[in-house]
């Protein structure tokens, strides 16, 4: 009888449909209402994408059923099944809802990991002790990858998207050792430097990584995506960043969101809306690499990682 190992696939989670984006924008302020004026941002960012909200579930699915093929074709797992479960962070089916599902088929021995290559107790580390808690309440045996930001299959994801667009740069006319490439990811509160996290090194590594191997010098990172509280976030911001690039009279810039790995509102919206525009504004030339989303190298990454893990057995 084959022996089946569930697989907790977290993520931040999206609407289901147009008519869901104030409960989760609620429950990501935990349970206050948004302001009639946030929620209309809010609602006009999904509107501004091709298809609103229903592409980046639909991305999410298929990341999680892509997943679940790679690991149940590695050779290295023939004597047990791998079942992947979705947990969402701010939208159903949550993280606990997955946990329980789980618990319903009668699995004991499950990995959790989030869709999310870098560390940081304000993220990854926040999905992990939700899941852990519910695994624990149900007694399944969970065990997690912390991150994976530089597995080697990621970095080559990542070059080859990063060449890939360079190329189309040499194909506008421009000189490719020219195009200043920006690195970016999700800011977050300043505070977590202070705490010693290791997100923003662990983000630098990947970046350093993909530099390397793609043979650019041109590089340099910046944040982007802050969200709007009193208190200070990582910087520089990505806008920031492109208008003091403009006074450089830097005219080529190649951005690659390394600390996103599918297609969603901080890529759809705030890159390839918001700051494109910002850039056209000031004459800058500005492309983005494509998403890895269900890229099958990506997929790997992910299945190397949960098999490792799971070989080592479950957190004591």
């Known amino acids: 009888m084959t022996n089946t190992v569930g697989v907790l696939v977290m993520s931040y989670g999206t609407p289901e449909s147009m008519e869901g984006i104030e409960a989760y924008y609620t429950h990501i302020r935990r349970g206050r209402p948004p302001e009639p004026e946030q929620l209309k941002e809010l609602t006009d960012r ?18 999680v059923k892509a997943l679940q093929e790679t690991l149940n074709r590695d050779e290295r797992t023939t004597e047990v099944e791998f079942r992947c479960y979705q947990g969402l962070k701010h939208a159903r089916p949550f993280i606990e809802d997955g946990v329980e599902q789980m618990a319903k088929d009668g699995i004991r021995t ?22 852990r808690e519910k695994a624990e309440e149900l007694g399944i045996q969970m065990s997690f990858v912390e991150s994976y930001h530089l597995h080697p299959k990621l970095i080559q994801a990542f070059a080859s998207r990063v060449n890939a667009k360079l190329d189309a740069f040499e194909e506008a006319g421009a000189k490719r050792g020219e195009v200043r490439v920006l690195f970016s990811a999700h800011s977050l509160p300043e505070r977590i430097v202070g705490m010693g996290d290791p997100y923003p090194q662990q983000l630098l590594e990947t970046s350093e990584a993909i530099a390397s191997r793609t043979g650019i010098s041109n590089w340099q990172f910046t944040w982007q995506s802050a969200g709007r509280t009193a208190e200070p976030w990582l910087g520089p911001d990505i806008l920031d960043t492109l208008q003091n690039l403009a006074r450089e009279q830097v005219e080529d810039v190649l951005v690659a969101p390394v600390g996103f790995v599918s297609d969603h509102l901080e890529v759809l919206y705030d890159l390839d809306i918001e700051a494109k525009t910002i850039a056209k504004e000031i004459d800058i030339r500005l492309m983005r690499i494509d998403s890895l989303n269900s890229d099958p190298l990506y997929m790997e990454t992910l299945s190397d990682v949960i098999i490792g893990r799971w070989r080592q057995g479950t957190d004591a």
């Open 46 to 63: 999904y509107e501004a994408i091709v298809g609103g909200v229903f592409p980046l579930r639909e991305n999410t699915d298929n990341q």
């Open 110 to 131: 499950a990995v959790g990991i989030v869709l999310a290559p870098h560390y940081s107790t304000m993220s990854v580390g926040s999905y992990i002790k939700r899941a």
